[in-house]
C-alpha cells in the first residue's frame, strides 16, 4: 500500500556543495537508524528528474514490508534538507522520501510525520515541538562491558558536574561546533545524572523539522566519538545502577498566523494553558499506554522506565500516566505557559513515528474535547493512576489495541512496527542473561 507524494519530483540536475565528493541520500528504518547510499558527482543525475532517487532494496532493512521478491525502492532526496557535514567537509548528506514506484511508500516514516503534520494543520494546528536527546559518551573495557569514558567520572550525584564537563570539553567541542554549523541552534549543554552522560538542547521547530534534526545529531555524535576513539550510546539505560537517557519532546501549537494556540494566561488552573492545550494533553494521556511503544520502543526502555533505584537517588523517569505543573514525577509535565513536556519518550526512538503517535494522540483529543482534570501535585506515584507498561510485549499490546494510532500511522506501517519489535522481545526472551546463571544454576 502506498500513498500519493504531494511534491514534485526534482526537475533540474543536482549541483553539489564545492570541494563534496560524496552526497549521502540518507533515510531510516523502522529503527529511525539511519542508512544511506553514496553517490558521487557523477551519479546525481540519476536522482534527477521523474522516477529518480537512490534505489535500494526495502528487504535489506526492517520495516519496509518487502521481500526479496519485490522492486527497490527508491529514496527521492528532499534537496531543502541537503548540508555539508562541519566535520567531513567532503561529504554532503541529503534526506529523502522513499517511493514505491510513483507512490510514497506506506512504511516511510518521514512522510508518516509528514502527513500528520498536515493533517494537524487541516485543523488550524501547527504543531511546534523541541527535543532534548540524552547520550552516553563510553569507552569498551577488555571484558567487552562498558563505562563512562572518563574514567574519573564516578560521582554518585554527577549532574551539572563542571570538572567532568571540562575534562570531555574537546570532544563536547567538537560536537556542539558540528551541530551549530549547521544552524540547528545549540543552546545548552549539561552533563545529566549519569556518570557518562550527556544532553545537548537545540531550539524548538516545526514536528518535522525537529524530526530531522533529530536524527541528524544522533549521527553527527556518533560519527565524531568514534573518531575520538569513543562510542556514543543512545541506549536507554547503558549502565545498571545509574540513570538513563531520556529524550523529552515540549510541544506547544501555533497557529497559521504565528500565535500559541496553547497559551492562555488566565488560565484557571494557573499553568497558563488553553483548553486546546488542556485537550490536547488528555489525548497525550488517554492514548499514554500504546504511544509508549512508539516513543520507548527498545527492550532496554523499560530498564530506565522502571528502574527501582540509581545511585543519585533518582530515576527521573515517570511511571504514572498523569500531567503536572513544574514536577517532574507525571509523565507530561508543564514547564512554562503555553507548551507541555512529554517525558515518557527516550533516545532510542524513531522521531519520526514517536512525534507522529504524540500529535495523533493529541489531536485526538482536541477532536474529542477531552479534559485531563485537575494537575497532580507532589510525587505522581502512588496515586492509583494508569500506568506505564513494564515491559515492552506490554507496550506492544496496549498499542495493538490502539484504533486511532492505528488508522492514524496507517495500518502496514502498524503492523511492521508491531512485528518487528514482536520479534525484538521474542529474542530478548530467548537469550540467557549473567543474572540468571548466577542466581539459578545451582540453586536447587
Not at 549541483?15 to 546525481?44: C, M, R
Not at 526502555?301 to 537517588?313: D, I, W
Amino acid at each position: 500500500m502506498a500513498t500519493s507524494d504531494p511534491t514534485s519530483p526534482i526537475a533540474d540536475g543536482l549541483e553539489l556543495p564545492e570541494g563534496v565528493t560524496f552526497l549521502a541520500v540518507q533515510w531510516v528504518d523502522i529503527h529511525g537508524s539511519p542508512k544511506a547510499k553514496l553517490v558521487p558527482p557523477g551519479g546525481t543525475a540519476a536522482l534527477c528528474g521523474p522516477g529518480g532517487g537512490a534505489g535500494f532494496a526495502g528487504f535489506a532493512n526492517h520495516g519496509f514490508a518487502r521481500g526479496p521478491e519485490h522492486a527497490e525502492l527508491l529514496a527521492v532526496p528532499d534537496l531543502d534538507t541537503m548540508v555539508t557535514l562541519p566535520h567531513r567537509p567532503d561529504t554532503a548528506i541529503v534526506l529523502s522520501k522513499v517511493h514505491d514506484g510513483d507512490e510514497i511508500a506506506s512504511c516511510c516514516t518521514r512522510s508518516i510525520l509528514a502527513r500528520v503534520q498536515d493533517e494537524a494543520a487541516a485543523m488550524g494546528i501547527i504543531p511546534m515541538v523541541g527535543m532534548e536527546p540524552e547520550f552516553f559518551l563510553l569507552r569498551r573495557l577488555e571484558d567487552g562491558s562498558v563505562a563512562p569514558l572518563d574514567p574519573t567520572d564516578v560521582l554518585d550525584k554527577p549532574c551539572y558536574d563542571f570538572a567532568t564537563l571540562l575534562g570531555s570539553k574537546d570532544l563536547l567541542g567538537q560536537i556542539v561546533g558540528a551541530v551549530d554549523a549547521l544552524g540547528i541552534g545549540v543552546y545548552a549543554l549539561d552533563h545529566e545524572d549519569g556518570n557518562g552522560q550527556y544532553e545537548i538542547n537545540f531550539d524548538y521547530a516545526e514536528a518535522l523539522v525537529s524530526a530531522d534534526r533529530f536524527t541528524m545529531l544522533r549521527t553527527i555524535i556518533g560519527d565524531i566519538a568514534r573518531s575520538n576513539g569513543a562510542i556514543a550510546s543512545f541506549m536507554p539505560k547503558p549502565l545498571s545502577g545509574r540513570t538513563g537517557s531520556g529524550a523529552h519532546v515540549h510541544l506547544s501549537g501555533r497557529s497559521p498566523d504565528g500565535d500559541n494556540l496553547f497559551l492562555d494566561p488566565l488560565d484557571d488552573r494557573g499553568l497558563g494553558l488553553s483548553p486546546m492545550a488542556y485537550s490536547f494533553i488528555a489525548g497525550v494521556l488517554e492514548h499514554g499506554r500504546a504511544l509508549a511503544a512508539l516513543t520507548m520502543p527498545s527492550v532496554n526502555s523499560y530498564r530506565r522506565l522502571q528502574a527501582s533505584t540509581t545511585s543519585s537517588g533518582a530515576t527521573w523517569a515517570p511511571t504514572s500516566v498523569v500531567y503536572g505543573g513544574n514536577n517532574r514525577t507525571p509523565m507530561i509535565r508543564v514547564p512554562a505557559p503555553g507548551r507541555f513536556e512529554d517525558r515518557a519518550v527516550d533516545s532510542s526512538c524513531n522521531p519520526y513515528l514517536a512525534l507522529a503517535g504524540i500529535i495523533l494522540a493529541g489531536l485526538d483529543g482536541v477532536k474529542r474535547g477531552l479534559d485531563p482534570g485537575a494537575p497532580v501535585d507532589g510525587l505522581a506515584a502512588g496515586l492509583g493512576a494508569p500506568q506505564l507498561p513494564r515491559t515492552l510485549a506490554e507496550a506492544l499490546d496496549a498499542l495493538e489495541r490502539d484504533t486511532v494510532l492505528r488508522d492514524g500511522l496507517g495500518e502496514e506501517a502498524f503492523c511492521e512496527f508491531v512485528a518487528v519489535k514482536r520479534m525484538e522481545w521474542v529474542s530478548y526472551m530467548d537469550a540467557v542473561s549473567r543474572w540468571e546463571i548466577d542466581t539459578y544454576l545451582t540453586r536447587v
